[in-house]
């Protein structure tokens, strides 16, 4: 810290640190830009790392992973957030009068893998968890019934009440295929809703179109499950209206009626996925139960939590890691074991469990959205670099140029990642960050 402190770079180490919003593992990078004259060739201007603090600049590591970064993952759930609300309320470049076309907040669960421990709630009370008077005994000897009443907090919540008789590999397969199960629903979703009323899907398209914004969220016993905004407009999109007779009730109906028909299969293995029977649909209004804003910030809260949250690891897992000595619950470490075991399987390589272990076989997006939903993810960064952009030409650093008379020739390679405990403690001064947890963070 008294090194960087005394540097005389600080100054502009500082200016860097600032600009990275707080960034926990900034990425440095090491390299020029050089702008030419396209008509002479002439060197307008150059930029180089070398004159920068270490001859790095620090850039944002734009993580959506709250674990590994809060500051990047706030920006991502901050425009995650921006990005639903439009498509409830307009903004944004999305007309506002979506806000009166029909819209559901839509939640499609997992089948079960097998009794795991629960807390439910009744009137204020938390119940048994699974209390049976004449409980079975499994093969493995466990009486399959459990009489706690778990504190919200309790680390045996989502795991199972027997671990040998629990599905390790259905939960993670269900994961790795529920991307195509989603997608076959929103197909179902179209034809089902068409045929409601009295249409074909060719036909209802010249009328009305579905629009989705989903986030996948990890239940506690280790399987995504999925949260959608799901809303009527008509036959271009947000701008024009959905005709009268496309109601909500009408697309609950459908929704209910898809999400009970799909199924995919693991063909290699004749394992067919559905979903679990618990599906939920909500209207979502402007003043009533379920307001844009709190669907909005739902959405968004997930889109930053990944499997860490089931006590896995929040990153890649190597195939010469040591699973037994891995810092997780004994939950975890199994559904990692399946992923890895089924992911040798060389009819399962399309699945690509190795890869996404630490994810539980899951390798979706978390938040995705149909083409018409709203604006981008990718507008809302671009809107953001331009406006540093202009930043750095009023501040002296980028010149002026017209865009299309220039050639700019840049070169960047990665020079690491990372701040020095000192600089951690520089940074969180310099950007309000709160600090991560000393000693606790192996980053
Ligand atoms: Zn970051
Ligand atoms: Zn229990
Ligand atoms: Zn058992």
């Given at each position: 810290m008294i090194s960087r402190l005394h540097d005389p770079d600080y100054n502009r180490w500082a200016c860097q640190i600032k600009r990275t919003g707080g960034c926990r593992q900034p990425i440095h990078l090491r390299?020029?830009?050089?702008?030419?004259?396209?008509?002479t060739g002439h060197l307008l201007h150059r930029y180089s790392t070398n004159n920068e603090p270490n001859g790095v600049l620090r850039v944002a590591c734009k993580t959506r992973r709250a674990s590994l970064c809060p500051a990047c993952a706030e920006v991502y759930r901050a425009d995650t957030y921006q990005l639903v609300r439009a498509g409830?309320?307009?903004?944004?470049?999305?007309?506002?009068?979506?806000?009166?076309?029909?819209?559901?907040f839509v939640t499609l669960t997992a089948p079960s893998f097998g009794t795991v421990h629960t807390r439910r709630e009744k009137n204020?009370?938390?119940?048994?968890?699974?209390?049976?008077?004449?409980?079975?005994?499994?093969?493995?000897?466990?009486?399959?019934?459990?009489?706690?009443?778990?504190?919200?907090?309790?680390?045996?919540?989502?795991?199972?009440?027997?671990p040998d008789c629990y599905d390790y590999d259905g939960s993670v397969l269900f994961n790795a295929i529920s991307p195509e199960l989603?997608?076959?629903?929103?197909?179902?979703l179209r034809r089902r809703f068409a045929r409601l009323n009295g249409l074909t899907v060719k036909a209802l398209r010249g009328h009305v179109s579905i629009a989705f914004a989903k986030v996948a969220e990890y239940q506690r016993r280790g399987v995504v499950h999925f949260h959608a905004v799901i809303r009527l407009d008509g036959p271009t999109?947000?701008?024009?209206?959905?005709?009268?007779?496309?109601?909500?009730?009408?697309?609950?109906?459908?929704?209910?009626?898809?999400a009970a028909a799909v199924t995919a299969e693991v063909k290699p293995l004749r394992r067919v996925f559905r979903w679990g029977t618990q599906i939920d649909t909500r209207p979502i209004t402007m003043d009533g139960d379920l307001t844009d804003q709190a669907v909005a910030a739902?959405?968004?809260?997930?889109?930053?939590?990944?499997?860490?949250?089931?006590?896995?690891?929040?990153?890649?897992?190597?195939?010469?890691?040591?699973?037994?000595?891995?810092?997780?619950?004994d939950h975890a470490r199994r559904l990692i074991a399946a992923c890895m075991r089924l992911g040798n399987e060389p009819a399962l390589v399309d699945l690509r469990l190795i890869h996404w272990a630490h994810m539980l076989g899951f390798r979706g997006h978390f938040s995705t959205k149909s083409r018409?939903?709203?604006?981008?993810?990718?507008?809302?960064?671009?809107?953001?670099?331009?406006?540093?952009?202009?930043?750095?030409?009023?501040?002296?650093?980028?010149?002026?140029?017209?865009?299309?008379?220039v050639l700019?020739?840049?070169?960047?390679?990665?020079?690491?990642?990372?701040?020095?405990?000192?600089?951690?403690?520089l940074a969180a001064a310099l950007t309000g960050v709160r600090l991560p947890q000393i000693g606790g963070d192996p980053q």
């Open positions: 390299g020029k830009v050089e702008h030419y004259d396209q008509a409830l309320v307009g903004g944004k470049g999305v007309p506002e009068a979506v806000s009166s076309h029909p819209c559901l204020g009370k938390v119940l048994p968890c699974h209390a049976r008077r004449n409980a079975e005994t499994c093969p493995h000897g466990q009486t399959m019934s459990c009489t706690n009443r778990h504190r919200a907090d309790d680390p045996r919540l989502g795991e199972p009440l027997c989603w997608r076959r629903f929103t197909l179902a999109g947000p701008d024009t209206p959905p005709p009268t007779w496309a109601t909500a009730d009408t697309l609950a109906q459908a929704v209910h009626h898809a739902y959405i968004a809260k997930y889109a930053t939590k990944a499997a860490e949250c089931v006590g896995t690891l929040d990153r890649r897992i190597q195939p010469l890691d040591n699973l037994d000595a891995l810092p997780i619950r018409h939903y709203s604006t981008t993810l990718g507008a809302l960064r671009a809107a953001r670099e331009e406006h540093m952009r202009t930043e750095e030409i009023t501040t002296g650093r980028l010149p002026l140029f017209e865009e299309d008379t700019v020739i840049a070169h960047w390679e990665y020079a690491g990642q990372g701040l020095s405990l000192g600089e951690q403690l």
